[in-house]
């Protein structure tokens, strides 16, 4: 799991209520991503950040907010909005962001969140 | 959209067998990766192969790269119990604002018997 850290663990919403999923990494890494994973699916592009104070929506941001304003934390809120929330989370980051000489991406733990 | 498709879904082995995972893709890539992901738990990158290699090692494993095929392969030899996970291959993409993207497939299930 490297030096991001996610949590919680584990988190219970009911429906109707924004939650925050935490992703912090200690790896000096410019870019951050957020993904969603769902039981026997690959993994679906949140929102990714390249750099402090920016980012951008990835393939399924609807429902979904977050904020980079330091480079170690790049938080998750999972609106009300998001209409099928309950799935496991990931967060990783890579040294620089995407283009050429794309790198690895580290990965968190991951925070499993489950609607009530 | 463009994404790698890995076959079989589901492989079981013995311990000390070799196992073979194949990713499909279907545009032209700069890279390719491969990830494991344990049960429950976040990826692990395990290598990358750029679009102008054939071939790369890694400890027991390798990986093949056939751009005219649009195809990679990871060959795991002489499996071990801590081998079982799932593993994923990882494309890169674009995204609709134009910036490079990972687009992972399914994954393959790998369960290594004692």
């Known amino acids: 799991d490297g030096g991001i850290t996610q949590s919680p663990k584990y988190l219970f919403r009911k429906e109707g209520q924004n939650v925050t999923l935490s992703c912090e990494q200690n790896?000096?890494?410019?870019?951050m991503y957020w993904y969603r994973q769902d039981p026997g699916q690959g993994l679906r592009l949140i929102y990714y950040?390249?750099?402090?104070?920016?980012?951008q929506k990835g393939d399924i941001a609807e429902g979904y907010s977050v904020s980079r304003e330091k480079k170690e934390s790049f938080p998750l809120t999972v609106t009300s909005a998001q209409k099928n929330p309950t799935a496991f989370y990931l967060c990783?980051?890579?040294?620089?962001?995407?283009?050429?000489?794309?790198?690895?991406?580290?990965f968190g733990p991951g925070t499993r969140l489950t609607v009530l | 959209s463009q994404q790698g498709e890995e076959d079989p879904q589901a492989l079981s082995i013995q311990e000390g067998e070799n196992a073979t995972m194949n990713c499909s893709y279907k545009?032209?890539?700069?890279?390719l990766q491969w990830y494991r992901q344990n049960s429950g738990r976040g990826l692990v990158h395990l290598i990358l192969?750029?679009?102008?290699?054939r071939e790369k090692h890694s400890g027991r494993l390798r990986v093949t790269l056939d751009t005219s095929k649009k195809s990679s392969s990871l060959l795991i030899t002489a499996s071990r119990a801590a081998d079982t996970a799932s593993y994923f291959c990882?494309?890169?993409?674009?995204?609709?604002?134009?910036?490079?993207?990972?687009?992972f497939g399914k994954g393959t299930k790998l369960t290594v018997n004692p």
């Open positions: 790896l000096n890494h410019d870019a």
């Open positions: 990882a494309t890169d993409a674009w995204t609709q604002g134009g910036s490079e993207k990972l687009v």
């Open positions: 950040s390249q750099i402090v104070n920016d980012f």
């Open positions: 990783a980051s890579s040294p620089t962001g995407p283009g050429v000489g794309y790198n690895e991406q580290f």
């Open positions: 545009t032209s890539i700069n890279n």
């Open positions: 192969i750029r679009s102008n290699e």
